[in-house]
């Protein structure tokens, strides 16, 4: 199942990530670069340092000038995620470019990509409330609750997944169809964000 592989590069990527767990460390993508699985490597390692982002930048003692650089490498690194994202989809759109379409063929409500984007994020929700539920001196209560959500977190997977690899099979099937809308973001626009193009005047 793809899911299966997809997931269990994210934990690869993940587990790599922790060995020094700094969102400043290089990237070591184990995979070679014609493999899709580079890719989720890659989109997963983007996920891993952004989540380690944004707990930094909620630190309430951070100094106000490095909470503004780090808000830019956030920034950067959503954009980043987004295009990682649309390449995925491309990759996919490629994979399935053959495909007779049922004439009742019907468009699923988000990309394989994005669908994959959430199975990242899951992982590593799955990895860090685990994390919690087994943190020695933490209190039993604090335990029990996290154990609690990371049972929930291994049911969404277990329906994402399955989720996933429906959709894959309706696309290659042809009962469904992929449309790929690129992500018409503004603010980073110097052309389309007010702020932006009226500061160039």
């Known amino acids: ?20 767990d700094t969102v400043d460390q290089p990237i070591n993508n184990p995979f070679p670069k014609e493999k899709f ?7 997963n ?5 952004q989540w380690h982002f944004e707990d930094i ?36 759109l490629q994979k399935y470019s ?12 988000e990309s394989p990509a994005w669908a994959f984007d959430r199975l990242s994020i899951l992982a590593l929700k799955i990895y860090h409330m685990n994390e919690e539920a087994t943190r020695v001196e933490a209190s039993q209560e604090h335990r029990d609750k996290c154990q609690e959500k990371l049972n929930i977190l291994l049911e969404q997977r277990t329906d994402l997944s399955t989720a996933i690899d429906d959709l894959l099979k309706d696309i290659e099937n042809g009962d469904k169809f992929m449309k790929v809308y690129k992500q018409m973001k503004m ?13 160039k005047k």
Do not use: C, G
């Not at 699985?37 to 989109?43: A, D, I, S, V």
């Not at 053959?98 to 409500?109: D, H, L, M, P, R």
């Not at 603010?187 to 500061?199: E, F, I, K, M, R």
């Open 1 to 20: 199942m793809f899911s299966k592989i997809a997931y269990s590069v994210f934990e690869q990527s993940i587990r790599d990530y922790h060995l020094i």
């Open 37 to 43: 699985e580079h890719l989720l490597y890659l989109k």
């Open 45 to 49: 390692w983007i996920d891993t340092v």
């Open 57 to 92: 930048i909620r630190d309430p003692n951070i100094d106000p000038v490095a909470a503004l650089v780090l808000k830019r490498r956030i920034d950067a690194s959503n954009q980043e995620r987004t295009d990682m994202v649309e390449y995925i989809d491309s990759y996919f």
């Open 98 to 109: 053959q495909v007779v379409v049922k004439e009742k063929a019907k468009i699923n409500s």
């Open 187 to 199: 603010y980073n626009d110097d052309d389309l964000n007010p702020v932006l193009y009226q500061s």
